[in-house]
């Protein structure tokens, strides 16, 4: 399953966030030669009523030019982009999101902005600003068009990179607000391209085709942020995290944006609503086993799929365990949330084999096994981020790690299945 959405703006210099097109042609202009110089210009004069929209009016510079980009320093592309990405506070969270447009455009994914009622942004420079509406949104890539109230004021924009043409080693660098920390800056690479990933929150599941992941520490409030490529172009939203990889994380390609809306749509106030519902998610290998949020209010699903799409070939779960998800869970309700679910676990003829907690209680493994269906399930507890982790894989794992290790399965007790112990409250 591959869904593309049109890549409309394509510049291949990088240009400082300069108002109006005759400044941006003489920026450009000193860049080339004379009779590049002479080109470009009548290119430009003959091109532009083609590739500038009414909306931006005399903003626009999204024309095509046949010249290299420029690489610019990491210390260029931050200083340069910085002022064009913001933090956005809504009544429960944080996110970020970056403009591409002087006139207040700006996207972010639609997970920071869905239901909220009131939202603002914060610019680099302190200065907050109103979100007064959208122009369309996308599910399948998790994308919000928002315009942003500038009183007046025009913003610095990011110019729209080619992300069809990135490539595995490449590095990229982000801006975001990670844990509410103003437009943090860090550089990675692209790892690899992953086929299909679900991302979700709450009722809203986000099963996007081809993503990117990259080797960045990325955590919540970075949501909805820039991922910028070595010209500095912007080429992907920064979108998701993975708790049990510190420095991975995901991104939607920017082409995935249809930013053709904004010509023709209307705007919005907010909230941003769902018309469209994708169904509840379920465990669809796995029919028989409760999801996290169907046991407890105070999950909230926000990732899963098949276990290679999160987790390096050799780790524990890659090798034992084929499915895995992540969910996020209240902070006063987590240690309840997750005994809630062991519980009903067991109702349905789960095992409870072993529960290890080291000392310093940062992270908590349950091992369960089904003997009738010889299925397994992992619960995993990560308290600095009130993640829990699933894992679910056919046989019975936990013995057969403990064989993998060198530890004779017992014939009774802990990896065996006896009768259904009472669950130990973690």
Not at 173 to 194: A, K, L
Not at 243 to 253: D, F, Y
Not at 272 to 283: A, D, K, L, Q, V
């Amino acid at each position: 399953m591959k869904k593309l959405f049109c890549c409309i703006l394509i510049v291949v210099f990088f240009t400082p966030m300069l108002s109006g097109c005759g400044t941006i042609r003489g920026a450009l202009s000193s860049l080339m030669s004379d009779d590049n110089e002479r080109y470009c210009n009548e290119y430009y004069d003959e091109h532009y009523d083609d590739y500038c929209n009414d909306y931006c009016d005399d903003y626009c510079d999204d024309y095509y030019y046949e010249f290299q980009p420029v690489t610019l320093t990491p210390e260029q592309i931050f200083a340069y982009n910085v002022d064009a990405v913001f933090k956005i506070l809504t009544q429960h969270g944080i996110g970020s999101g970056f403009f591409i447009c002087p006139t207040g455009v700006a996207l972010t994914n639609h997970h920071v902005m869905v239901t909220w009622l009131q939202a603002v942004i914060v610019t680099e420079s302190g200065e907050p600003f109103e979100i007064i509406g959208w122009y369309s949104y996308c599910l399948n890539n998790d994308i919000a068009i928002i315009r942003v109230d500038g009183r007046g004021n025009e913003f610095h924009y990011l110019t729209i990179g080619d992300s069809d043409a990135l490539v595995v080693g490449e590095d990229v660098f982000t801006i975001g607000s990670p844990h509410g920390q103003q437009n943090t800056f860090s550089r990675s690479y692209i790892s690899q391209f992953v086929p299909l990933l679900s991302i979700g929150g709450g009722e809203i599941i986000y099963t996007i085709a081809d993503t990117i992941q990259i080797t960045a520490p990325i955590y919540p409030g970075s949501s909805g942020g820039a991922m910028l490529n070595r010209y500095g172009h912007v080429v992907g939203i920064t979108t998701a995290v993975d708790p049990m990889r510190a420095n991975v994380a995901t991104v939607v390609p920017i082409s995935r944006a249809d930013l053709s809306v904004v010509e023709t749509a209307n705007l919005f106030p907010l909230p941003i609503g769902i018309t469209e519902r994708t169904p509840e998610f379920t465990y669809t290998s796995f029919a028989f086993i409760p999801t996290f949020v169907s046991v407890t209010q105070y999950a909230v699903f926000l990732t899963g799929g098949t276990v290679d799409s999160f987790n390096d070939p050799n780790s524990m779960f890659s090798i034992y365990y084929d499915y895995f998800f992540i969910y996020h869970l209240s902070y006063v309700h987590s240690i309840s949330s997750i005994f809630a679910y062991g519980t009903a676990l067991m109702e349905l003829g789960f095992v409870l084999q072993e529960e290890h907690t080291p000392d310093d209680l940062t992270f908590r493994m349950i091992f369960f096994y089904h003997p009738e269906q010889n299925v397994s399930l992992f619960i995993g507890y990560t308290r600095e981020f009130a993640m829990a982790q699933i894992a679910i894989g056919r046989g019975d794992v936990f013995t057969r790690m403990s064989g993998d290790f060198g530890v004779s399965p017992p014939t009774s007790g802990i990896g065996a299945p006896p009768k259904n112990p009472p669950m130990r409250r973690p």
